[in-house]
C-alpha cells in the first residue's frame, strides 16, 4: 500500500512526468513505490547499508529495467554519483538516517544533494519527539519506547538516527540554495505493530550489553512499555503521536 506521504508527493508532482529519478536513502517502501511510478525513464537509488540494498534488490528485483541502478555507497564519497543531474530527487527519511551513517553530515548532505536536483527534490522526515512536557500518556509512551531503543542501540555500540524537525530543514534547504515550494505535517497514528518493531529492535541489541545486570533490567522495561504500549494503542485506536512531513523543493 502506497503511504500518504507518497501520494502527497504524486499530487504535487501532477501532470509533470518523472523523468530520471534518484532515491538519494532507498528502503523497500520507497524502492516499490519509485519503481512503480509511470513516467520515469531510470531509477537510481543509494543506500549506504549493504542489507538495505539487498532488501530491496529482493522486493523491486523484477521492475528493474536495464538502465535502473541501485548502489551501495555513502554520500560523504564525492565521486558517488558525482556529475550526475536527476529530474527528481527524492530523500525519503533520510536525514533522519544520516547521523547512522555519516554523524554531522546532515547539513553537507543538503549542499551536496543540490546540483544534482534538475527540477525537484522531496523530502520526507520525522518531527523529533517533543522535549520536556509531554500533551498526555500516549506521547509519552511513544517518547519513552524511542529512547529507549536509542539507548540499546548505543550500549550495544551503535549510532541512533536523529529527526530533524521541518523547520530545521527548511531553512537549512533554502541556505543551500533551494527554493521551497510546499511544506506539509502528517498526524502519526502508531499501531502495536509498531510499538512492537521499534522494541523489538531494542530487544536485539540487548547481548550485545557487555553489562549483563543492566541488559536483564532494560529487557524487564522493554516487555513492561511494550504492555503499556499495546493497551493504549488498544484503547485509543492507535497513538496519536507526533507528525511526519513532506518538503518539495526546487533549485533556486
Ligand atoms: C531510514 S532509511 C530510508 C527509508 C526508506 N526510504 C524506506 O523506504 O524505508 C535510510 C536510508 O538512507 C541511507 N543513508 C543514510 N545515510 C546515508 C549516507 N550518508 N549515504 C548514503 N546513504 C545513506 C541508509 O543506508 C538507508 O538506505
Same mark, same amino acid.
Given at each position: 500500500m502506497v503511504s500518504g +506521504?507518497? %501520494?502527497?508527493?504524486?499530487?504535487? $508532482?501532477? $501532470?509533470?512526468?518523472?523523468?530520471?529519478?534518484?532515491d538519494a536513502g532507498v528502503g523497500v517502501n520507497s524502492a516499490e513505490w519509485m519503481t512503480a511510478l509511470p513516467t520515469t525513464t531510470r531509477w537510481t537509488a543509494v543506500t549506504a547499508a549493504p542489507g538495505h540494498a %539487498? $532488501?530491496? =534488490?529482493? /522486493? @523491486? #528485483?523484477? %521492475?528493474? =529495467?536495464? $538502465? *535502473? %541502478?541501485?548502489? @551501495?555507497?555513502?554520500?560523504? #564519497?564525492? /565521486? +558517488?554519483?558525482?556529475?550526475? @543531474?536527476? *529530474?527528481? @530527487?527524492? /530523500? #525519503?527519511? +533520510?536525514?533522519g538516517a544520516v547521523e547512522g551513517f555519516s554523524p554531522y553530515f546532515q547539513e553537507d548532505l543538503l549542499r551536496r544533494l543540490k546540483p544534482m536536483v534538475g527540477r525537484r527534490l522531496y523530502i520526507t522526515g520525522l518531527d523529533p519527539y517533543v522535549v520536556g512536557e509531554v500533551p498526555d500518556a500516549a506521547a509519552r509512551c511513544v517518547r519513552e519506547i524511542g529512547r529507549l531503543r536509542d539507548v540499546c542501540l548505543l550500549l550495544a555500540d551503535e549510532t541512533p538516527y536523529r529527526e530533524f524537525p521541518a523547520e530545521w530543514v527548511r531553512d537549512r534547504l533554502m541556505e543551500a540554495g533551494f527554493r521551497i515550494l510546499s511544506a506539509k505535517r502528517f498526524p502519526n497514528r502508531y499501531r502495536a505493530r509498531w510499538v512492537d518493531g521499534q522494541l523489538d529492535m531494542a530487544v536485539r541489541r540487548l547481548p550485545k550489553i557487555a553489562d549483563r545486570a543492566l541488559a536483564e533490567a532494560l529487557a524487564g522495561r522493554i516487555e513492561a512499555l511494550r504492555a503499556e504500549g499495546h493497551g493504549l494503542a488498544k484503547s485509543g485506536d492507535g497513538l496519536h503521536v507526533g507528525f511526519d512531513y513532506v518538503i518539495a523543493a526546487e533549485p533556486a
Open positions: +506521504l507518497f %501520494r502527497y508527493i504524486e499530487t504535487l $508532482q501532477g $501532470q509533470e512526468p518523472w523523468g530520471s529519478v534518484l %539487498r $532488501q530491496v =534488490r529482493e /522486493a @523491486v #528485483d523484477a %521492475r528493474l =529495467r536495464l $538502465q *535502473d %541502478r541501485l548502489l @551501495v555507497g555513502n554520500w560523504m #564519497d564525492p /565521486a +558517488l554519483l558525482e556529475g550526475e @543531474v536527476h *529530474d527528481v @530527487v527524492l /530523500a #525519503d527519511y +533520510l536525514i
